[in-house]
């Protein structure tokens, strides 16, 4: 018997650009495992950061006027769905096209908590790669941020495009489809993922062990071997 096909439109099956981060392990919410528990169903989405996204969404046509009125640039609003020509569960969803430029547009807002991961040139980690995600998937060279912070204060940036590192987060993101979600297996945990752990097994029970002598020594070795 051939097996059916796997059906790709399902949301858990597919990695879009404010994901890839997580699966890079440079993201500030979530780890590789925390996003393979979340799309394999062994814990529940958390929806702390909802209202703070349903915000940003609503903003985001006032950061893109803005961004126009600034800059003069002008946007184009495109709904559609991008996918990678390979591997039809990496997908895409930009915020606007960049008329005239060989470029797209991210709009985003943070908290004024967040201004320093925006002085100079900065730009958190996570959008770089979601720009970057973006890019590679459509074919363009530059991507445009504006963003919005605490309400008071506007920045715009710009990402070029960099075929190496899209090429490194593609294979990632096939390693991850394939080899954990696919087959069920979880990546390594890591620093961030006590909680996530937690909600996996809640029936453990935490436990303090006090190693002393010979078996702190071999523990500081097999430590450090990790």
Excluded at 4 to 19: A, C, M, T, V
Excluded at 84 to 99: A, N, S, T
Excluded at 131 to 152: D, E, N, R, S, T
Excluded at 199 to 206: A, G, I, R
Aim: glycine share 6%.
């Amino acid at each position: 018997m051939s097996k059916r096909p796997i059906d790709f439109s399902d949301r858990n099956l597919q990695i879009g650009g404010s994901e890839i981060a997580a699966i890079m392990n440079m993201s500030p919410w979530d780890t590789p495992l925390s996003l393979w528990a979340k799309k394999t169903g062994k814990i529940h989405a958390e929806l702390s950061h909802f209202e703070e996204m349903e915000i940003g969404v609503e903003l985001e046509p006032y950061v893109a006027a803005k961004f126009t009125r600034k800059t003069g640039i002008k946007l184009r609003i495109d709904n559609r769905t991008f996918t990678h020509p390979q591997y039809p569960y990496m997908v895409g969803h930009i915020d606007r096209w960049v008329v005239g430029e060989d470029a797209i547009f991210e709009a985003k807002t943070t908290s004024a908590w967040m201004e320093k991961h925006w002085e100079g040139e900065d730009i958190p980690a996570q959008y770089v790669l979601q720009c970057q995600w973006y890019m590679g998937l459509i074919g363009k060279k530059l991507a445009h941020i504006a963003v919005l912070i605490g309400g008071q204060k506007f920045r715009t940036k710009q990402v070029a495009f960099d075929a190496e590192l899209f090429a490194t987060m593609v294979e990632k993101a096939r390693s991850f489809m394939k080899e954990h979600v696919l087959k069920d297996v979880a990546p390594f945990a890591s620093a961030g993922d006590s909680e996530t752990l937690l909600q996996m097994f809640p029936e453990s029970q935490p436990l303090n062990l006090m190693l002393e002598g010979a078996l702190a020594d071999e523990m500081d070795v097999l430590l450090t071997d990790r």
